[in-house]
Structure formats: C-alpha cells, structure tokens
C-alpha cells in the first residue's frame, strides 16, 4: 500500500553539500514521523535524525550543526540537507516511515530502498 521511494545520494568532495529526498506514496495512509538512517561499511545502522508531522527533530551527536531534516506534509515527503560532508559521513542511506494505515493501523516498518552516499576526501 506504501511505498518509500529515496532520491539525491551520489559522490561529493569532503566539505560539499547532498540533499536527500524521500516520498512516500500510496494509498490509505498518513505518516507520523520520518526519520533518515545509515549503516557505514562493517557498522550497524544508525539513526541519523528524525521529524514529525508537527516539525519536531532530534539529530544524532555526529551531524548536529551539519546536516537538517525537514518535510512537507503535502508532499509526504522528508528532505535531509547535509552540509560540511565529511567522509565519515559515507554510507547508505534509508528513509523510514512511522505510518497509520488504514485498516492495519500503525507500522513502523515502511523503509525505502536506500540511496549510496560517498563522500571523498
């Protein structure tokens, strides 16, 4: 019924800036938070940050004052503007819905498909 589908990774220079994008469509649903993740080679996935519908963000220690998380609720769609790319930063990145679907209720297990980001130094 839903379908998360991510867009903007790509190959940047240490110091560079990528925006992210991640749409959600589909029917019969409506979304209660978005947050971006990202699981470096030989690490375990991470929450990287995370909104809701009413704007409220929380950012992991790594890329407080670099990267920002935003939406637009009309669209259904989470942005994720990474500035000051360090190659630290390099990983894959996944998008993930807290979603309400209608005659299922509540899931937390709507992922897109992930976008390569690589950041050189």
């Known amino acids: 019924q839903v379908q998360l589908v991510e867009s903007g990774g790509g190959l940047v220079q240490a110091g560079g800036s990528l925006r992210l994008s991640c749409a959600a469509s589909?029917?019969?649903?409506?979304?209660?938070?978005m947050a971006w993740y990202r699981q470096a080679p030989g690490k375990q996935r991470e929450l990287v940050a995370f909104?809701?519908?009413?704007?409220?963000?929380n950012y992991a220690d790594s890329v407080k004052g670099r990267f920002t998380i935003s939406r637009d609720n009309a669209k259904n769609t989470v942005y994720l503007q990474m500035n000051s790319l360090k190659p630290e930063d390099t990983a894959v990145y996944y998008c993930?819905?807290?979603?309400?679907?209608?005659?299922?209720?509540?899931?937390?297990?709507?992922w897109g498909q992930g976008t390569q980001v690589t950041v050189s130094s």
């Open positions: 993930n819905g807290l979603l309400e679907i209608a005659g299922k209720g509540f899931s937390d297990d709507y």
């Open positions: 589909g029917s019969s649903f409506s979304i209660k938070a």
């Open positions: 909104i809701t519908t009413g704007g409220s963000t």
